[in-house]
């Protein structure tokens, strides 16, 4: 993908429909990139690192939000409390009681996203649909004062096989379906990347996550 910050956010937007949110993926790229898709208009920006982001919230617009998509250490939970504006990967009860707790401490209430194993990969983090479930129903994290739940996250299968693709997100959003009805802080799925954001819209997707397809490929070598 070439890099041309500006044409490839217009492309995109003009792809996805006004119900769904556009994180652009910044991790690994420059301050100079994040600044570019800010003059084009965008304002949610997505990171993996904590120490990243907060690095990048420190010196970049205070009207950016930042949403950690990545999965989280909990030792470095404080570092993000005061400003992060959504968690997408909780996938432990452990967690949600460190971001409480970190959430408290900076009096605020903290949006965050149940992640939910979608994936055949053993390598992806996230609850399975059972235990989401069971925290549901058991009603604990209502406990947590100082979090709001607000939906789900999945990471399709790495694949080309589009009709696994597609069957895994539908199925994580027929779930989200039917736990809206449980509680109606869930209003969001958050699930499609580059590769597979259209298939993710078509089954319901209304959050999507997306770096290279706008910034150009990563390079982790630095
Ligand atoms: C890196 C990352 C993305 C974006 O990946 P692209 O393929 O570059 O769009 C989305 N979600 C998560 C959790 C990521 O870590």
Redesign the pocket.
């Known amino acids: 993908m070439e890099k041309n910050i500006y044409e490839n956010l217009k492309k995109i937007r003009k792809e996805i429909s006004k119900n769904v949110t556009l994180?652009a993926?910044s991790?690994t790229k420059p301050q100079e990139d994040i600044l570019e898709a800010y003059s084009a208009g965008q304002r949610i920006f997505?990171e993996?690192k904590i120490l990243e982001m907060s690095a990048k919230y420190e010196e970049l617009p205070k009207d950016i939000e930042w949403h950690m998509?990545?999965h989280v250490q909990r030792n470095k939970v404080k570092y993000m409390a005061s400003f992060v504006s959504l968690i997408?990967?909780v996938e432990s009860e452990k967690l949600l009681k460190e971001i409480n707790k970190r959430a408290l401490q900076n009096d605020r209430v903290i949006d965050c996203l149940l992640q939910i194993h979608i994936a055949d990969e053993q390598t992806k983090f996230g609850f399975s649909y059972q235990e989401v479930e069971d925290l549901i129903s058991s009603k604990v994290y209502k406990k947590y004062e100082n979090i709001r739940l607000v939906g789900f996250?999945g990471?399709a299968t790495n694949t080309d096989d589009k009709d696994k693709v597609s069957s895994e997100f539908e199925m994580l959003n027929s779930f989200f379906c039917k736990m809206k009805n449980v509680d109606d802080n869930f209003k969001i799925l958050s699930m499609g990347?580059?590769?597979d954001?259209k298939i993710a819209m078509e089954k319901g997707s209304n959050m999507i996550?997306?770096?290279?397809?706008?910034?150009g490929k990563?390079n982790y070598t630095k």
């Open positions: 994180v993926v991790k997505g993996n998509i990545g997408h990967a996250m990471m990347m580059s590769g954001y996550r997306v770096g290279s397809y706008i910034f990563r």
